[in-house]
């Protein structure tokens, strides 16, 4: 099936990394233009040349999206490299998974500024430009923990339900532009090799440690498909809904969890 995505041009924050950089390689793939929006300037630009060799047209711009004046930078870069916007995957996200009781307060902050922050400062750095040009498909990367919670993710899953409540909320503001605001929510999906993944990831972390072999195959078990995800299981929904094969999809959650949530 044809996605018509070549010569389109997206943004992909977070994209040196893990479901970031299978988001990248899988629309490279569609031949399409592609801005890697990441704080990892090395990771960056190898997952770009990666794209390069699968079709796409890829570059890497060092942004931070907790910061405002970064990300409009990396907006007016990507403009001035491809000459529109048409795609927004605001992937970048993450936390340390810790007892609401026990996170210290700066953490706190660290994770709402990195995941409900982030977002709204990219979606709104795009919407001038997709407004006036009447086209635009906005995926934002959920989690399961923001539809039913999750222990020792409390203000990770608050982020993550705001994005969906906002994603709702925007959907209905934007429909009239021609812009569709959907959100992906991936379950458990931990990289296959650490080449995979950035510097900044948190896989190179305390939570790449927590997850042995072990505690993965138990978390499998409590997927009714009996795994675990894959990056590219949540690529593959997020270009599809980026296409115009999904123009009359808005305001959407999608779980691409092996059936770990059904609501
Ligand atoms: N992996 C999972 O199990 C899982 C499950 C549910 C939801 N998610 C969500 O999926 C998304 C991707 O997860 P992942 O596991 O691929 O993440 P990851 O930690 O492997 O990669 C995150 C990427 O974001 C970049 N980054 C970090 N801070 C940044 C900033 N301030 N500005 C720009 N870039 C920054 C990093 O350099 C890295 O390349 C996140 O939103 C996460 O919450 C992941």
Not at 14 to 23: A, E, F, P, V
Not at 50 to 77: F, P, Q, R
Not at 91 to 113: C, H, S, W, Y
Request: net charge neutral; hydrophobic share 40%; with cysteine.
């Amino acid at each position: 099936m044809d996605l018509y995505l070549a010569g389109k041009t997206v943004i992909v924050t977070g994209g040196g990394s893990n479901i970031g950089r299978s988001i990248v390689l899988t629309f490279a793939a569609e031949g399409a233009n592609i801005v890697i929006a990441d704080m990892d300037a090395v990771q960056g630009q190898k997952v770009a040349r990666e794209a390069d060799d699968l079709g796409g047209k890829a570059i890497a711009i060092k942004t931070d999206v907790t910061n405002l004046e970064s990300v409009a930078d990396m907006v007016k870069k990507s403009l001035d490299e491809f000459g529109k916007l048409d795609v927004l995957v605001n992937n970048v996200g993450g936390t340390i998974d810790q007892l609401f009781m026990e996170k210290p307060r700066a953490d706190m902050e660290k994770d709402v500024k990195l995941n409900f922050w982030g977002f709204i400062n990219t979606t709104r750095a795009v919407l001038d430009h997709m407004t006036e040009q009447k086209y635009g498909k906005i995926i934002s990367i959920g989690s399961d923990a923001g539809k039913m919670g999750e222990y020792r993710e409390a203000v990770y899953a608050g982020c993550k339900g705001g994005i969906i409540a906002m994603s709702k909320s925007l959907a209905r503001e934007l429909g009239r532009y021609g812009i569709n605001v959907n959100v992906v929510c991936p379950g458990l999906t931990v990289p296959d090799s650490p080449e995979q993944t950035g510097e900044l990831s948190m896989w190179k972390g305390p939570m790449a440690q927590a997850f042995t072999p072990e505690l993965r195959e138990k978390a499998a078990r409590a997927y009714p498909l009996r795994r675990i995800g894959k990056p590219e299981d949540v690529a593959s929904m997020v270009v599809f809904l980026a296409s115009d094969r999904a123009s009359f999809i808005t305001g959407q959650t999608i779980s691409v969890s092996g059936g770990y949530t059904m609501m």
